[in-house]
């Protein structure tokens, strides 16, 4: 039984392991569109490849195992996958979310479901009381990023699912930053985990996907049947490059995690930076509470200069890291939110949750922490330089 298996074990050993027509220890990808029908009152398991698809089929078998549901989705971004999710949604309804939510959702939440007529608030979803203190007759849902992104704030997600379950309302969290290597959050009483897969769980920048999966076979039906129908499903080249990438996942998140821990303490101490959001940090208002839910603070990081220009001097010296969007990638990625994750967001929202200008998101990779701390140096001495000019 692979549920008696460690997590570890778990990436390589499942019910994918090998393909029981051939034995191969590869997926196989199966590209066609349509199926053979050999009866004409009785249909196979696969008829048209939106509906099903093997390759697909196996990633979203594979997915909902790690994660401990009972169904898995593959969608073709992490957007399509919160979209779609979204859609269990109807005109009149209300949801509770994340205040400094990834932009993309932001944009769909105040743009697409506002039109559509589903209501929302923003709140600080560390704060129990402003979490309940939002709840409306009309809510149906509580959207949790925990950690969020890119401030890393920390939510407590079993007692947000209880307040969810006290009026009967849908529990999704993002668990994009931590997989299900760190954090399980169906565990904790969510139904609904959502992954940007394109982030640690393909993890080389080579692929752009989405995950979602239920614990609930009644929900698990009613998102089959919107993913069937808005049809926003993963193709097969890309959901075989996700199952190699998973193959590897532990491994990766496992050094990249160390390193990220080193980077962060070092941050933390520089007299260059303002402050360091990552929840390993002791200072971190939410550390106990991420020790308690999670097996690590994960490999994402964001820290505050002192200002926009010295944000400008930094970035434009250091050497290793890509200056890019995304993360969760072998290679370090550093981000600027307020003109790429979070551009979707007006400045003025940005400040409100105190996403500043001088703030840099890093998604620490695979290299040398050594080297990217040495490479931190030389950059932050520019820094210097340009400050002691003025």
């Known amino acids: 039984m692979t549920n008696a298996y460690s997590f570890q074990t778990k990436l390589l050993h499942n019910s994918h392991k090998i393909d029981p027509a051939t034995g191969a220890v590869s997926v196989p990808i199966q590209h066609a569109s349509t199926y053979h029908q050999f009866d004409v009152d009785h249909f196979g398991k696969y008829d048209y490849s939106r509906s099903l698809n093997p390759t697909r089929e196996a990633l979203e078998d594979v997915i909902a195992e790690l994660e401990g549901g009972v169904r898995g989705f593959a969608f073709s971004s992490g957007m399509a996958a919160i979209s779609t999710a979204f859609l269990l949604l109807s005109a009149g309804d ?171 303490h070092y941050l933390d101490a520089h007299p260059l930076v303002r402050k360091v959001h990552f929840p390993e940090l002791e200072h971190h208002p939410q550390h106990d509470l991420q020790k308690r839910q999670a097996d690590g603070p994960g490999a994402v990081l964001s820290f505050e200069l002192e200002n926009e220009e010295a944000l400008r001097a930094f970035t434009k010296h250091v050497k290793i890291p890509v200056f890019a969007v995304s993360l969760g990638a072998v290679e370090s990625i550093l981000s600027y939110p307020a003109k790429m994750s979070h551009a979707a967001m007006p400045s003025e929202d940005r400040r409100k949750r105190g996403i500043a200008d001088s703030l840099l998101r890093l998604s620490v990779g695979l290299e040398n922490p050594d080297d990217l701390i040495a490479d931190f140096e030389q950059a932050f001495a520019y820094v210097r330089e340009g400050a002691a000019v003025k």
């Open 94 to 264: 209300h949801v509770v979310i994340t205040e400094d939510v990834y932009g993309g959702t932001f944009r769909m939440v105040t743009e697409v479901l506002s039109r559509l007529g589903i209501e929302h608030t923003f709140v600080d979803m560390t704060n129990l009381e402003e979490v309940r203190q939002a709840v409306r007759p009309n809510t149906k849902a509580f959207y949790v990023e925990t950690p969020s992104n890119p401030l890393l704030k920390v939510t407590d997600i079993r007692k947000v699912s209880g307040i969810a379950k006290e009026i009967g309302a849908l529990t999704y969290v993002d668990n994009t930053f931590l997989t299900p290597a760190l954090q399980r959050p169906l565990e904790f009483g969510a139904d609904i985990v959502l992954h940007s897969a394109t982030k640690f769980l393909s993890g080389h920048s080579d692929v752009v996907a989405g995950l979602a999966v239920v614990k609930d076979e009644a929900l698990a039906a009613r998102l089959g049947f919107l993913q069937n129908s808005f049809g926003a499903v993963l193709g097969v080249q890309d959901a075989w490059l996700v199952l190699r990438g998973l193959k590897t996942l532990h491994v990766r998140l496992k050094q990249s995690q160390q390193s990220a821990i080193q980077i962060a």
